[in-house]
C-alpha cells in the first residue's frame, strides 16, 4: 500500500555526482531499514547502500561504491537519498529505492542513471 516515488537519476559525465531521492507516500508506521539496489542492463539486480531507522542510523554499502556514494535520509519527509559523487560508466543502471517496513517490503518504480565516458 506504501508507494515510493524516485527522483534524481539522468546523464551525467564519468566523474560527475548526482543526488537520488525515494519519498513515501505516507508515514511508514515501523520503519525498519532502507536502501537501494541497481540492475545494469543484462544484469542481476545488486545491493549498493542501505540505512537503519536504529540508533544513529548505520550505513552499509556495496564494496564497489564505498567511498563514493553516502545515503541519508529525512524522516521528516519520510525520503531517503542516495548522494552518488565519481561516477563512471560501471554506475549505469536503474536505481530502485528499497523500504523495509516492520515485516513488509516495498520498491520503488526505479530511476535511470546514466554515465557517460
Known amino acids: 500500500q506504501v508507494q515510493l516515488a524516485e527522483s534524481g537519476g539522468g546523464l551525467v559525465q564519468a566523474g560527475g555526482s548526482l543526488r537520488l531521492s525515494c519519498a513515501a507516500s505516507e508515514r511508514p508506521l515501523s520503519m525498519y531499514a532502507a536502501g537501494w539496489f541497481r540492475q545494469a542492463p543484462g544484469k542481476e539486480r545488486e545491493f549498493v547502500a542501505a540505512?537503519?531507522?536504529?540508533?544513529?542510523?548505520?550505513?552499509y554499502y556495496a564494496d564497489s561504491v564505498k567511498g563514493r556514494f553516502t545515503i541519508s535520509r529525512d524522516n521528516a519527509k519520510n525520503t531517503v537519498y542516495l548522494q552518488m559523487t565519481s561516477l563512471n560508466t560501471e554506475d549505469t543502471a536503474v536505481y530502485y529505492c528499497?523500504?523495509?517496513?516492520?515485516?513488509?517490503?516495498?520498491w520503488g518504480q526505479g530511476t535511470q542513471v546514466t554515465v557517460s565516458s
Open positions: 540505512i537503519s531507522w536504529s540508533g544513529g542510523g548505520s550505513t
Open positions: 528499497h523500504y523495509r517496513v516492520g515485516a513488509a517490503e516495498y
